[in-house]
């Protein structure tokens, strides 16, 4: 007796059943701790559920919405504007659209963090002028369908799913809204309402039929939707606590929006102050930030990793290694003698590692092998097969794939085609 499935299709006209394989995979952010501790271990399974092999599926999934919260001062739009970018730039058709609802970016800060050369800029990275939230439901809506009526923009990813197919998706596309609460609504552009209850609850209405329109197709069209909002203070009376909007966030504490982008995100990101960098004594002047995964539908949530942030440059990759490093105890020794445990012989000083790593492929060797076991816990394991062993292999792999941009001199890259 046929499958009541396959009887179903034999009188689908319109393809309503018609099963598709909603394949997730993770595109890497330049930041490998952020990129694992949002990742899971994938296996693939013949027919007899037997896994035929492991892979690290890592960093920001396509075709997701994401959302980055904080205080002002803790470059949430730098690290959107840098992961994002470096999620596109290896593809001919990838672009990035940065909806700067905000308007408080411009170019030559943005070419400073991406990296990007003019001809890279103007082949990938648009900003629109887009202020409303219907407008940008348009403009991401039209581009998903000519995606996905063009099909030399697919790919094969080279990676198989769980059942031993090919993952085969359309190029990325990413797009930022800086941010969330700046984009109003056209329902009430002429009313004379100023931060009114009813204005906010329109507002959060528009906000979560966007998210909820835009869900199926961007995931269709493997693009990326990262989305800035901030954090308010909720007025409570007291000894009359409420519960807290989302788990991980204090009681008092509250995203504007509504529950549209904390419902639909794939993850939420929270950055927080943790102290400073100075040039006398770590070699730059920047900041520590802590990434909280209040929200991570791949891995846990409440998890946190650090990034490490130049003023000049933004999120720097290398330094955010050594500082996990660190943080994992794999360096010994002390300036201008440190070392990693599996290469004695190879000393260097933290104050000059970025100038150095570029150039040292043993130093970076030595800083994946150490660090590639505890990178590997940060994985959500979702083990079918416990015996099968991974090699950290597969990490110092990515890794080289995921930075090896880092080794071109920033001046010499944006200003060779002028």
């Known amino acids: 007796m046929a499958k009541l499935h396959d009887a179903l299709l034999e009188h689908d006209k319109k393809g309503i059943f018609t099963a598709e394989a909603r394949n997730l995979m993770g595109y890497s952010s330049g930041f490998m701790p952020l990129d694992y501790?949002?990742?899971?271990?994938?296996?693939?399974?013949?027919?007899?559920?037997?896994?035929?092999?492991?892979?690290?599926?890592?960093?920001?999934?396509?075709?997701?919405?994401?959302?980055?919260?904080?205080?002002?001062?803790?470059?949430?739009?730098?690290?959107?504007?840098?992961?994002?970018?470096?999620?596109i730039r290896p593809f001919e058709y990838g672009e990035y659209y940065h909806i700067d609802a905000e308007g408080s970016s411009n170019l030559s800060r943005i070419r400073a963090l991406n990296h990007f050369t003019t001809e890279e800029m103007k082949d990938k990275?648009?900003?629109?002028?887009?202020?409303?939230?219907?407008?940008?439901?348009?403009?991401i809506y039209h581009l998903a369908k000519v995606k996905l009526e063009t099909k030399e923009l697919f790919y094969n990813t080279g990676k198989l799913n769980e059942y031993g197919e090919e993952i085969c998706l359309p190029q990325p596309t990413v797009y930022l809204i800086?941010?969330?609460?700046?984009?109003?609504?056209?329902e009430?552009?002429?009313?004379?309402?100023?931060?009114?209850?009813?204005?906010?609850?329109?507002?959060?209405?528009a906000y979560n039929t966007f998210y909820k329109r835009l869900r199926p197709i961007i995931q269709k069209a493997n693009i990326t939707v990262m989305a800035i909002n901030h954090i308010k203070d909720k007025p409570e009376m007291a000894f009359q606590k409420?519960?807290?909007?989302?788990?991980?966030?204090?009681?008092?504490?509250?995203?504007?929006?509504?529950?549209?982008p904390i419902y639909y995100s794939q993850n939420l990101l929270r950055f927080i102050y943790k102290g400073k960098y100075v040039f006398e004594k770590d070699g730059f002047d920047g900041f520590l930030v802590e990434v909280q995964f209040i929200k991570s539908k791949t891995n846990r949530g409440g998890s946190s990793v650090q990034l490490v942030y130049d003023y000049n440059t933004g999120f720097d990759p290398w330094l955010t290694m050594l500082h996990y490093a660190n943080m994992?105890?794999?360096?010994?020794?002390?300036?201008?003698?440190?070392?990693?445990?599996?290469?004695?012989?190879?000393?260097?000083?933290?104050?000059?590692?970025?100038?150095?790593?570029?150039?040292?492929?043993?130093?970076?060797?030595?800083?994946?092998r150490d660090c590639a076991p505890s990178l590997y816990k940060l994985?959500?394991?979702?083990?079918?097969?416990?015996?099968?062993?991974?090699?950290?292999?597969?990490?110092?792999?990515?890794?080289?794939?995921?930075?090896?941009?880092?080794?071109v001199d920033f001046d010499t890259e944006v200003h060779r085609d002028e």
């Not at 994992?328 to 440190?338: E, F, H, M, Q």
């Not at 790593?357 to 030595?366: M, N």
């Not at 994985?379 to 080794?407: C, G, V």
């Open 379 to 407: 994985l959500s394991t979702n083990q079918l097969d416990p015996e099968k062993e991974f090699s950290p292999q597969e990490i110092i792999n990515r890794f080289n794939e995921a930075y090896q941009e880092n080794d």
């Open 37 to 87: 501790q949002n990742g899971y271990l994938l296996s693939v399974t013949d027919k007899n559920n037997n896994v035929t092999e492991r892979w690290a599926n890592t960093g920001i999934f396509g075709g997701q919405f994401m959302t980055v919260i904080g205080k002002s001062g803790v470059a949430k739009t730098s690290f959107c504007v840098q992961a994002g970018s470096h999620i």
């Open 125 to 139: 990275y648009y900003m629109p002028a887009i202020d409303y939230v219907e407008d940008a439901f348009k403009h």
């Open 242 to 260: 409420t519960q807290a909007q989302i788990q991980y966030m204090k009681t008092n504490e509250n995203i504007p929006g509504g529950t549209g």
């Open 188 to 205: 009430v552009e002429d009313s004379d309402e100023l931060g009114t209850q009813t204005y906010n609850m329109r507002l959060a209405i």
């Open 328 to 368: 994992a105890c794999v360096i010994k020794g002390r300036n201008p003698y440190s070392y990693f445990e599996s290469a004695p012989d190879i000393k260097f000083n933290s104050k000059q590692f970025r100038d150095i790593i570029g150039g040292k492929p043993e130093l970076r060797d030595a800083l994946l």
């Open 178 to 186: 800086d941010s969330l609460p700046s984009l109003q609504t056209k």
